[in-house]
């Protein structure tokens, strides 16, 4: 409600976006131009991810020797603060259980999933299982070679509280958008055709981010523990000890069930699948 009335608030400037006010969960039935223009995002085509080297910050020949500095280029800041994470009673897997209180500080994350453009600009290689795509997600990286990436442009992977904090985007729904699943919100085995698609293409939440659910998982830093929620701290919580990953959001092969704000997933870091992708967020 506080991000919504942010947003209402800054519309008002804007005379002829003052309907969007009025949205609230249904934020992705607004047209495309309507939200690219109140929250201030890039254009982004149907065929071409915000990856072009205008737009980038990272300079490929100094990662070779130190990390870049961050850039936040295509980030999106998240006003720290606390909500209710996990699954209410009754709805998800066991380990989205007990619903606790998390607060975080405020962070940065990149509003788009890292492309393979992007990706092959710093890693020199472009390791996806769907490679004819340079604005689609990376895929098929492992959990280490997705770090190695985010400190190298001077960044980090999202811990798993930051990612759901900034995939809910204020709201206590099982999606961003509602309790229903929509296609135009994401990509998933109902629609995507049996492979990813450019970042971008879906309606973002309420932060300005694109496809947190649904086209690739996202890993996080934490490791993946099934009973975390009922031990884990209050404040900036990461669990650092197990001997699998987290990765969040879903992707384009699995159900409506998979790509909850909630859900959660885990593979061995070594894992590498077409599933399975990335983001990068800093406090910098």
């Avoid at 690219?36 to 100094?62: Q, R």
């Avoid at 296609?183 to 698609?197: D, E, I, Q, Y």
Wanted: charged share 25%; with cysteine.
């Amino acid at each position: 409600m506080r991000l919504m009335s942010r947003i209402c608030g800054a519309a008002a400037v804007h005379a002829s976006l003052f309907c969007i006010c009025a949205l609230g969960p249904q934020l992705c039935r607004a047209s495309a131009e309507e939200i690219k223009m109140y929250l201030h995002l890039p254009g982004v085509s149907d065929t071409a991810a915000p990856d072009s080297e205008s737009d980038s910050a990272i300079n490929a020949e100094a990662l070779k020797s130190e990390p870049a500095a961050p850039s936040h280029i295509n980030m999106a800041f998240i006003e720290g603060g606390c909500f209710i994470m996990g699954s209410p009673e009754g709805e998800g897997d066991a380990d989205e259980h007990p619903q606790h209180q998390v607060c975080l500080d405020g962070f940065y994350i990149d509003r788009y999933e890292v492309t393979q453009a992007e990706y092959e600009r710093v890693a020199k290689k472009n390791p996806a299982v769907f490679n004819k795509c340079p604005s689609c997600p990376v895929e098929y990286v492992s959990w280490g070679e997705a770090k190695d990436y985010c400190e190298k442009t001077g960044k980090r992977l999202p811990t798993e509280a930051e990612w759901e904090f900034a995939a809910r985007a204020g709201t206590e729904t099982r999606y961003f958008w509602g309790n229903s699943p929509d296609t135009a919100c994401a990509w998933l085995a109902a629609n995507s055709g049996n492979r990813t698609h450019p970042v971008g293409q879906k309606r973002p939440n309420a932060n300005g981010l694109y496809d947190m659910l649904g086209n690739v998982s996202e890993w996080c830093a934490d490791k993946f523990s099934d009973n975390i929620y009922r031990m884990s701290a209050v404040r900036n919580p990461v669990a650092g000890t197990g001997r699998y990953q987290v990765h969040r959001g879903g992707s384009w092969m699995d159900d409506a069930k998979k790509i909850r704000s909630t859900a959660r997933g885990s593979d061995d870091p070594k894992t590498r699948d077409s599933m399975i992708g990335f983001r990068c967020a800093t406090n910098k």
